[in-house]
């Protein structure tokens, strides 16, 4: 009995001395994991604020959005390079446990999927730049036109529908069920465009059409009616007219 339970207790002590410096390495590499996560969000932070992101959201038309939202995308790029980062060590932390625990199994997956997240927004943000300039042209190339803000509007809206089917399709979220309702919805929108627009304009065209028949109608009116040029008569033949006519009997 008493071998027994010395080998127990050998047995524990053993598991204890193995599991304690795993442990020690554990909190070691996640704290230094930490610490560098937290510096590079930090500078990212600067860095982003130095190159002046948040003035390019607003050229892009993505700082409107994101405030009537409340969400800064800068803000969220950065969590997502923390984020990343702390993975990364919570990752390499639980390695320390081997390599075949569920933890790290999970971990990998998370990791190789956070990728495609950052790829994601990055889409969102270059379909917000690309719509933002399509809209800036279609409305100075309308000029005073008063259809002219609503088409580059309708314009920056279609490409950002594009932007956001590219990026689910990035995260492969729900692709299946996504994809045929957004393409509904902007065929949708684009069927009552076209009938709108077109019913709409049926009137102020017919009224042009009339206006320029009227005006091509007075102009062959004014044609018509235009004095023809005197023809003047010699002398001598004004002179015989003008002289009264002699009985011939005379």
Do not use: C
């Amino acid at each position: 009995m008493g071998a027994e339970l010395r080998e127990g207790l050998g047995a524990a002590w053993s598991m204890v001395a193995t599991f304690v410096p795993k442990l020690l390495g554990f909190l070691i590499i996640l704290l230094i994991g930490w610490l560098i996560a937290k510096a590079v969000a930090k500078g990212l932070s600067m860095v982003m604020g130095k190159l002046g992101f948040g003035k390019l959201m607003e050229k892009t038309g993505m700082s409107g959005l994101a405030r009537n939202s409340g969400v800064d995308v800068g803000n969220i790029l950065v969590k997502l390079v923390y984020y990343f980062i702390l993975l990364i060590a919570l990752q390499l932390a639980f390695g320390v446990f081997g390599e075949s625990n569920p933890v790290s199994a999970l971990l990998n997956d998370v990791i190789a999927f956070l990728p495609r997240i950052v790829v994601a927004v990055v889409l969102l943000i270059v379909a917000a730049a690309v719509g933002k300039v399509v809209r800036d042209l279609i409305t100075s190339a309308l000029g005073n036109r008063p259809f002219g803000p609503m088409m580059g509007t309708i314009a920056y809206v279609f490409i950002i529908a594009f932007g956001v089917i590219a990026a689910l399709n990035q995260v492969n979220i729900a692709t299946t069920v996504t994809m045929p309702v957004l393409i509904t919805v902007l065929a949708t929108i684009g069927g009552i465009l076209i009938v709108g627009l077109g019913g709409g304009l049926i009137k102020p065209m017919s009224e042009r059409w009339g206006g320029w028949l009227e005006r091509a109608q007075s102009q062959m009116g004014t044609t018509d009616h235009a004095p023809r040029p005197r023809v003047e008569t010699p002398p001598n033949v004004e002179a015989t007219m003008d002289r009264p006519a002699h009985d011939s009997r005379r």
